[in-house]
């Protein structure tokens, strides 16, 4: 607590101060993403759709060859599973972009606001 003398408004002085210092802190401590780290990031997720859609590919080929010796009806199910595992990637490709965009989106959102409070602040 305070000094037995302190009013209440230097309390609250000192209160703005302090909560001023540790934000300071906070944000010293943050890590600075520069331009190279986002280059790095979007390739990363470019690389991990592609392979998302080509594996859906190659599991979907993979599952219809193995039905079709079963069978002995090649190639029909190879085709129909082909399409079925593309199906599939495309699906996951489109989660993970809907996926980065809201992360996107939120990134700004926290950045706009970040910039509002150091303007008011």
């Not at 993979?62 to 495309?90: H, N, Q, R, S, Y």
């Amino acid at each position: 607590m305070g000094a037995p003398g302190d009013a209440p408004g230097d309390r609250s002085a000192k209160l703005d101060e302090l909560e001023a210092r540790i934000s300071a802190v906070r944000r010293g401590k943050e890590p600075k993403r520069g331009r190279q780290g986002d280059k790095f990031t979007a390739a990363g997720m470019a690389w991990r759709m592609t392979l998302e859609l080509v594996v859906g590919g190659l599991v979907g080929a993979a599952m219809g060859w193995g039905i079709d010796e079963l069978l002995g009806t090649k190639p029909a199910f190879l085709i129909v599973f082909i399409l079925l595992g593309f199906a599939a990637g495309i699906r996951v490709v489109m989660r993970s972009a809907e996926e980065l965009q809201k992360d996107q989106a939120a990134q700004s959102a926290r950045d706009e606001s970040r910039r509002d409070s150091a303007r008011d602040g």
